[in-house]
């Protein structure tokens, strides 16, 4: 069997070898292993090339400023003889150098600029509420009902359960998308709440650049000061200055869905729904928006299959499952229940 995954734990469980393909070596090499034995393997090699190179480059400053003294230390031929010594081992600890960098380069090619996301800062109380809540999309036939929810600026709330059981309805109620069938949805007044989704990167229009879709979206004054603060938040969501410029045709599924994400934290949300938010990401862009949103300064709540990402984020645990929305001890919890029955 051979499979192409962004899934984590898919590979973790079920793979035996990792096939790497190099687009900086222009390499394709076998890793004995699952994932995260092979993401292991790589970070200690490129630690040690890093050590390395900084041990190298002393020695080669070393011997450059030796070989560099000219007849300060006298003008004897076997002086001279010697600092033209030290200059060609300089120069083949050089070439060595320029090979290593070439390596270190390959191991960094699958690095992940950091993602920073902005908030629009703490509320007091519950920015969302969900008070004794049922919907249904037809008359007397309720999704689920009596949901009891609430969402502060600190919760980290995963929304789980099978497809079609109302998780992405629970959404919709959240954002004033739907109204409920009974009970109250209660949203402060203060709170603003942001939307990524499976399909935002989808949304952009591809005859723009990620720099004119932010300017499109926020006009501000016109300045050049207001361009450079996109183009700054831009580039702390990892949308680097030469992507900035390109149509977002040019770009691929995971760049577009950081341009996505730039987008809404722009706005500064005080609270921040992911429903579906890596199903364009490659695994080290999970890894990174996971990070993020860990240290986000707001509230979140989180609709995902991905295993990985949901054990990173999650605090809270809230299964959407027959006609009802309970609250799990934890995610673990609910995967061992899930696999239960599975293999019952």
Same mark, same amino acid.
């Given at each position: ?112 600029? $950091?993602? %920073?996301?902005?908030?629009? *800062?703490?509320?007091? /109380?519950?920015?969302?509420?969900? =008070?004794? @809540?049922?919907? &249904?999309?037809? $008359?007397? %036939?309720?999704?689920?009902? *009596?949901?009891?929810? /609430?969402?502060?600026?600190?919760? =980290?709330? @995963?929304?789980? &359960? ?29 709170a603003r709440v942001g939307l990524l989704n499976q399909h935002s990167a ?143």
């Open positions: 069997i051979c499979i192409v995954s962004h899934d984590r734990c898919f590979l973790d469980d079920v793979t035996t070898d990792v096939l790497h393909v190099s687009g900086v070596a222009r390499r394709l090499t076998q890793t004995r292993g699952n994932y995260t034995t092979w993401a292991q393997r790589r970070a200690d090699q490129r630690k040690t090339l890093e050590r390395t190179s900084a041990v190298r480059a002393k020695e080669i400053d070393k011997l450059k400023e030796y070989a560099g003294h000219g007849f300060k230390y006298g003008g004897a031929s076997s002086q001279i003889n010697k600092m033209k010594m030290k200059e060609k081992q300089a120069g083949k600890l050089e070439e060595q150098a320029a090979e290593q960098d070439e390596a270190l380069a390959a191991l960094l090619e699958d690095a992940e600029l $950091p993602l %920073e996301l902005r908030a629009g *800062g703490e509320l007091s /109380g519950f920015a969302l509420q969900l =008070r004794d @809540v049922g919907f &249904g999309y037809a $008359p007397g %036939e309720p999704l689920f009902a *009596g949901a009891e929810l /609430g969402i502060d600026s600190k919760s =980290r709330v @995963v929304l789980l &359960g099978e497809n079609g059981n109302g998780k992405t309805t629970l959404v919709r109620l959240l954002l004033g998308e739907l109204e409920p069938t009974s009970g109250e949805v209660v949203r402060s007044s203060h989808d949304q952009i229009d591809l005859t723009l650049s990620p720099l004119q879709f932010l300017l499109d979206r926020f006009p501000g004054d016109g300045s050049y000061s207001h361009e450079q603060a996109l183009r700054s938040h831009l580039h702390s969501t990892g949308v680097t200055s030469e992507m900035q410029t390109l149509p977002a045709s040019a770009l691929s599924g995971g760049q577009r869905a950081r341009v996505a994400l730039a987008a809404v934290s722009y706005a500064q949300p005080h609270v921040l729904i992911l429903d579906e938010p890596t199903n364009n990401l490659d695994l080290e862009s999970v890894a990174a928006l996971a990070a993020c949103v860990e240290e986000f300064k707001g509230g979140v709540v989180l609709v995902s299959h991905d295993q990985y990402f949901v054990s990173r984020v999650a605090r809270e645990v809230w299964v959407v499952e027959d006609g009802r929305v309970r609250r799990s001890p934890s995610f673990d919890v609910y995967r061992k229940q899930q696999l239960a029955k599975i293999c019952a």
